[in-house]
């Protein structure tokens, strides 16, 4: 049983910063790219930003680029997402996933946690 858990999430005033933690637990082999997907009201679930084990390379929507850091800890079975700069267009559920390797490699989902960018 694998289950990935966020935290992080809030209201927050445009221009403030949020940072999002997602942990993996379960019985786990090896974890692959990790990523942040969100949607927000009304909107289809978009890729927000990546990271891949082995070398660390990363992803990001130009929407975010400059604003939001993705980083990973490995030994924690965790993924980051350090939001700065906010806008009220980042309003939006964030979900995490992850491709993890347990007996087989399947993608797995967090429940996801609000974020609301307003004054």
């Known amino acids: 049983q694998v289950q990935l858990v966020e935290s992080g999430g809030g209201l927050v005033q445009p221009g403030g910063s949020l940072r999002l933690s997602c942990a993996a637990s379960?019985?786990?082999?090896?974890?692959?790219?990790m990523g942040w997907y969100r949607q927000g009201p009304g909107k289809q679930r978009e890729l927000v930003a990546s990271?891949?084990?082995?070398?660390?390379?990363?992803y990001y929507a130009d929407s975010v680029k400059g604003r939001f850091t993705i980083s990973r800890d490995n030994a924690k079975n965790t993924v980051y997402l350090q939001l700065n700069s906010l806008k009220p267009e980042d309003t939006a559920v964030y979900y995490c996933?992850?491709?993890?390797?347990?007996?087989?490699?399947?993608?797995?989902w967090g429940q996801g946690t609000q974020v609301t960018v307003s004054s």
């Open positions: 996933n992850a491709l993890i390797a347990t007996i087989n490699q399947n993608a797995y």
């Open positions: 379960g019985s786990i082999f090896s974890i692959n790219t």
């Open positions: 990271i891949t084990r082995t070398t660390g390379s990363t």
